[in-house]
């Protein structure tokens, strides 16, 4: 999970499940307690490795939450509703994305986009919304966005690819600037790939909407300002977006205004409990 630069967040969540379950069928553990306790040391290490892709802690304590509160059964049947709990949020992030994209069809069709880097839930909306013509940023240091626009290409959709520093340039020549999210804060504010707030900065400069696509998994339930502290490489790959240069969160539960998506915190099930469990 540390090395990971290839895949975005909502496929570093689906890891994180598949490998809580492996370390649920692959325990000895003799009780109930000790094996909740070694499903929580191993959730915690998956968390802490990359702290900034709030994806991960959503997904691992959406599972662990509702474990801690059935520690009274015997060890199989808590395996078998840790698998069963992990294999119904892996399933639901496809209706997640399916539902995003529904919302912003509308929005995406016949529009000139912008986008940073490279999201599955991004990649979905702009397959189903069709817009008029799609600018991709190389998205440095590892260069995702040339693979995301290759794909897109493929797909018919007709694409540019922008260097970096060419990106606020290319802005004003489009009408939205749409963003996946590694965190969605309580606040507001949105962790995403480095760049990210240079762009959002420019889109506010010049009257663009930056609209941010992310399922709730990606929620957590404290503000930008009270995430968790970075190492120095995680530093230099992601950048914190303030809640006054995001316009809209685009979500499976609705489109919220940025300075809005707390009301939806209280709603996500186990988001609070689970987060509480992890860090």
Known sequence: MRRER???????????????????????????????DE?????RGLARARPEVGAIAGALGRVLAPAERNVHLDPGDL?????????ALIASRDRAAASIAIQLRQRLEDALVLTHSASATVREAL?????????????????????????????????ELVDDDRS????????LLLLGA????????VANKIGTRRLADAAVEIGIPT????????????????????????????????????????TEEGTFRADEISTLVPRVPFLAEGYALLL
């Open 127 to 159: 397959l189903y919304g069709s817009p008029a013509r799609l600018v991709c940023t190389v998205s440095a240091p590892n260069e995702e966005g040339r693979a995301f626009c290759e794909e897109l290409a493929a797909a018919g959709l007709s694409t």
């Open 168 to 175: 606020v340039a290319a802005l004003h020549d489009c009408s």
């Open 39 to 43: 499903l929580l040391r191993a959730a």
């Open 211 to 250: 609209v941010v696509a992310a399922e709730v998994i990606k929620l957590v339930p404290v503000d930008g300002a009270e995430g968790p502290a970075l190492e120095a490489e995680a530093r230099e790959l992601f950048d914190l977006t303030p809640v006054e240069d995001v316009d809209e969160v685009v």
């Open 79 to 87: 395996r078998r509703l840790v698998e069963e709990e992990a294999n």
């Open 6 to 36: 290839r895949h975005g967040a909502s496929w570093m969540a689906r890891r994180a499940l598949e490998a809580l379950v492996e370390v649920a069928r692959a325990s000895d553990a003799g009780t109930t307690q000790d094996l909740f």
């Open 182 to 189: 590694d965190t969605v804060f309580r606040d507001g504010s």
